[in-house]
């Protein structure tokens, strides 16, 4: 059985189903609700209700003691009837607090010959509020700060996922590649950027990414599924050779699972099997959409292949106010934004 939340002053309703708490519908339905944890123990997701009846699977949390009647905690919260509650909703990725988190490198495996997938685990009892593409810092030990996208969505955080391109003589990621072992310890900053996916547009969608900006997008595109985004999605990932395509099954698994997606890889240094598209990235998109006005775009990658299918894209028609990019910009670029 399914109850119907609303959730003031928004107005905004939800549907919540049996076994589901209002955290998790929330997050499904792509309604921000704050939270921090998830298992009951900071208050972060602490919201009140204003009328209906909830109940506490494990038993209310210590958190509640001392505080107003009507406070509940959304993370935990089961529905047992129509309710209505008041919480403070996140609008934009902006409205999240930034923090300094330390976290624990669950796993780290090679995925191609230069990429590899690193799972952060937060501290005990803490999860990480983000929106799908938003990047995070790592904290050097000399304070300098290296950016990474986290390529998983909110619905699944158990751990922070990374791709991390391997730079030559880059001071963290030859570290990564030849030292770094399960349970190092790292800092971030987290969540940053506002790469996020825009859920107010009707209009049909072009993801473009090259080599590792593959992992803010992965991280929209299941996010997208997750709250049953049905708009006409192409995805271009743009690449040297076929072994750079480090999750080329996980993308073609959306295009034969889903109707509304297409999965287009490019090659620019094709193998001699290989059969597909090839070229630069941005002129395959223009080559099958010669008229990009009625898109939204989004885009991460290398700045030169940002900067050169901006150029193409917008001589195409496309409104560059529908143009949505991180551009992977490294060392004194960086520095600056
Ligand atoms: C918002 C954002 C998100 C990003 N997301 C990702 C991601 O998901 N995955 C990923 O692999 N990278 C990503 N990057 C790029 C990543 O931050 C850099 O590659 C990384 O900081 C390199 O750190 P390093 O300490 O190894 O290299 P450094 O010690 O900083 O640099 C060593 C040398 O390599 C050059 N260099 C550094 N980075 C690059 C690069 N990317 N390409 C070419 N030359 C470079 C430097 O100018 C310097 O000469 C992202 C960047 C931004 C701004």
Redesign the pocket.
């Known amino acids: 059985m399914s109850f119907t939340v609303t959730i003031e002053p928004s107005g905004h309703r939800m549907t919540v189903e049996d076994n589901e708490t209002l955290l998790e519908a929330a997050l499904r339905q792509n309604i921000g609700l704050p939270y921090g944890c998830r298992s009951g123990l900071c208050g972060s997701c602490m919201c009140h209700l204003e009328s209906g009846q909830i109940h506490y699977p494990e038993g209310p949390s210590e958190i509640l003691e001392g505080e107003d009647p009507s406070s509940i905690l959304s993370c935990q919260a089961l529905a047992q009837s129509d309710l209505v509650i008041r919480a403070d909703e996140l609008e934009w990725a902006q409205d999240i607090e930034v923090r300094i988190l330390p976290c624990k490198v669950h796993s780290l495996e090679r995925i191609a010959h230069d990429?590899v997938r690193l799972q952060l685990k937060l501290p005990e009892g803490q999860r990480l509020q983000f929106q799908a593409g938003q990047?995070l810092d790592?904290i050097?030990s000399d304070g300098?700060?290296?950016?990474?996208?986290?390529?998983n969505a909110p619905h699944d955080d158990e751990y922070i996922e990374?791709?991390?391109?391997?730079?030559?003589?880059?001071?963290?990621?030859?570290?990564?590649f030849s030292e770094m072992q399960p349970k190092a310890i790292l800092r971030i900053e987290a969540p940053?950027?506002r790469?996020t996916l825009r859920d107010q547009s009707d209009r049909p969608m072009i993801f473009v990414a090259g080599?590792?900006?593959?992992?803010?997008i992965k991280g929209i595109i299941e996010h997208a599924l997750h709250v049953g985004d049905s708009r006409p999605l192409q995805f271009y990932w743009g690449v040297r050779a076929q072994r750079d395509l480090y999750m080329a099954e996980l993308a073609q698994s959306w295009q034969e699972k889903h109707s509304h997606i297409r999965f287009i890889p490019v090659l620019s240094e094709p193998d001699a099997d290989w059969s597909g598209r090839t070229g630069w990235v941005h002129e395959a998109v223009q080559a099958d959409n010669p008229d990009l006005s009625g898109f939204d775009v989004y885009m991460?990658g290398?700045p030169p292949m940002i900067n050169a299918a901006k150029a193409g894209f917008e001589a195409a028609g496309l409104d560059l106010a529908r143009l949505y990019s991180?551009?992977?910009?490294?060392?004194?670029?960086?520095d600056k934004?």
């Not at 990374?162 to 990564?176: A, E, I, N, P, S």
């Not at 080599?211 to 803010?216: E, L």
């Not at 991180?326 to 960086?334: H, K, L, Q, V």
């Open positions: 990429v990047y790592v050097l300098r700060k290296r950016a990474f996208s986290i390529a990374l791709h991390v391109r391997h730079v030559d003589g880059g001071q963290f990621t030859d570290f990564v940053l950027g790469f080599g590792t900006g593959f992992a803010p991460a290398p991180d551009s992977f910009e490294y060392g004194a670029a960086a934004t």
